[in-house]
């Protein structure tokens, strides 16, 4: 069984930085392009960022050179360090698995969902 099981949200003030956390396990790890989405209320669920199993990285444009996201094969853990955080990055965040990454950032679509780590960017 895949889980992915997200940490590290929390509240920041507006410019701050978090770094978030996800542990995976029930899948051989270079298996699966990894990455982020994030959901809330008003805009539903939006893709963050894309990391193929080669390493390859992609972002959606709402969060470029501003987030970076990165794999460790050797611990089986996916990162988000998200830096100058806005109020409109308040989301919940879910680390996902088995990612259809091509194209835009609108149509990329993910098999595996974590439970997802509550972010809030106060002004």
């Known amino acids: 069984e895949v889980q992915l099981v997200e940490s590290g949200g929390g509240l920041v003030q507006a410019g701050g930085s978090l770094r978030l956390s996800c542990a995976t396990s029930?899948?051989?790890?270079?298996?699966?392009?990894v990455g982020w989405f994030r959901q809330t209320p008003t805009k539903g669920r939006e893709a963050v960022s894309c990391?193929?199993?080669?390493?390859?990285?992609y972002y959606a444009d709402f969060v470029k050179g501003r987030f970076t996201a990165f794999r460790d094969s050797a611990k089986n853990m996916v990162y988000l360090e998200m830096k100058d955080l806005k109020t409109e990055d308040t989301a919940d965040y879910h680390c996902?698995?088995?990612?259809?990454?091509?194209?835009?950032?609108?149509?990329?679509?993910?098999?595996?969902w974590g439970q997802g780590t509550q972010v809030t960017v106060s002004s």
């Open positions: 990391i193929e199993r080669n390493g390859g990285t």
């Open positions: 029930g899948f051989t790890f270079n298996e699966y392009a």
């Open positions: 996902v698995a088995d990612i259809g990454c091509a194209g835009r950032s609108s149509d990329w679509y993910a098999h595996y």
